[in-house]
């Protein structure tokens, strides 16, 4: 007998589409991972991985995670030129339903459904604020995603923003001179210039130069080799992103109340997990001045689960059968 399936999953960001299928019992299968830059489109996306796995069948619902703000809607993804809308998504697919949601408010419905060997404490372990006070989820890949989730006795509602698109606020004077660079570059600075890939590498070639070094590294993935293996500027630039990851992640604390805890999420932060744990991330998050007592009680974790979107878009699709 052939699997009955609630719906389709999928988490679309700026460098990858990930889909997968929801079984009766709420599992998730059949993930397949698709490169974004190979499709023209997500529905080009979505018909080869349904062709790939049911045929001509089609799953009742579809909940897909997106890397930008869904207005009305519909989303004009931020870092890919993709123009999607649940209703053209139903229209090409037959869909009962479909729910576009932000890519970072499906990780926060996910959060508190992981279990422990999905998360690792980062600093102290604390209780936070009790299972009903609110969480904030926030993450740095090819662009930087906020969101938070309000949490009570009728259920969880996730509030996704554009938090990554706030200004971003130097805390010393070589963060003046980052700031002042990139104020050169590109304009305005937001939190996303620097938590970034590419604003990884925005750091480590300014910290080069001002120690009038040639940047050897070609990119941020070569910057995050190089510093784990013991290059100095390099080093020092992870080091600096875990900082300033940090300030973002306590500051986004406060402006939630996220007493349930702040759980780090994105591409880049699993691979600076020895340096998250042991480095200035922490102390940086605490040092918030005359609030430095109330986010000292806020435990902070890195995600590990490698696809926490798909988690948190099928909880929602749980939800959409529920209605």
């Known amino acids: 007998?052939?699997?009955?399936?609630?719906?389709?999953?999928?988490?679309?960001?700026?460098?990858?589409?990930?889909?997968a299928l929801v079984d009766g019992d709420g599992r998730v299968r059949n993930l397949h991972v698709y490169p974004a830059k190979d499709y023209g489109s997500l529905s080009e996306v979505i018909a080869d991985y349904l062709q790939r796995t049911m045929g001509r069948a089609r799953p009742p619902r579809a909940v897909i995670a997106v890397a930008g703000p869904v207005l009305d809607g519909e989303i004009a993804f931020t870092n890919l030129d993709w123009h999607v809308s649940e209703g053209d998504l139903l229209a090409t697919f037959e869909f009962e339903a479909?729910?576009?949601?932000?890519?970072?408010?499906?990780?926060?419905l996910a959060c508190p459904r992981l279990e422990a060997d999905n998360l690792r404490t980062i600093g102290p372990t604390l209780r936070g604020g009790g299972p009903d006070c609110p969480i904030v989820v926030l993450g740095a890949g090819t662009g930087f995603g906020v969101a938070a989730l309000a949490r009570g006795a009728l259920g969880d509602v996730a509030v996704a923003t554009e938090g990554g698109h706030a200004a971003f606020a130097p805390n010393d004077d070589v963060e003046v001179e980052i700031w002042r660079r990139m104020h050169v570059k590109y304009g305005r600075v937001s939190i996303e210039r620097l938590l970034s890939g590419a604003g990884l590498f925005d750091i480590y070639s300014i910290l080069a130069d001002l120690k009038q070094e040639e940047g050897r590294h070609a990119d941020e993935r070569a910057v995050t080799e190089a510093g784990n293996a013991g290059d100095p500027t390099a080093s020092e630039a992870l080091d600096r992103f875990c900082a300033i990851l940090g300030s973002v992640a306590?500051?986004?604390?406060?402006?939630?109340?996220?007493?349930?805890?702040?759980?780090?999420?994105?591409?880049?932060?699993?691979?600076?997990?020895?340096?998250?744990?042991?480095?200035?991330?922490r102390r940086r998050f605490e040092d918030k001045g005359r609030l430095s007592p109330f986010v000292k009680e806020i435990p902070t974790a890195l995600v590990l689960h490698p696809y926490p979107a798909l988690i948190g878009a099928a909880r929602e699709l749980e939800q959409m059968e529920r209605l």
């Not at 719906?7 to 589409?17: E, I, S, W």
């Not at 986004?252 to 042991?278: C, V, W």
């Open 98 to 108: 479909v729910r576009l949601i932000n890519d970072f408010a499906a990780q926060a």
């Open 1 to 19: 007998m052939k699997p009955r399936y609630l719906g389709l999953v999928g988490d679309v960001g700026g460098t990858n589409a990930r889909f």
């Open 250 to 281: 306590g500051d986004l604390a406060l402006s939630f109340g996220a007493r349930g805890g702040a759980f780090i999420s994105g591409g880049i932060a699993p691979r600076l997990a020895e340096r998250l744990a042991s480095g200035g991330f």
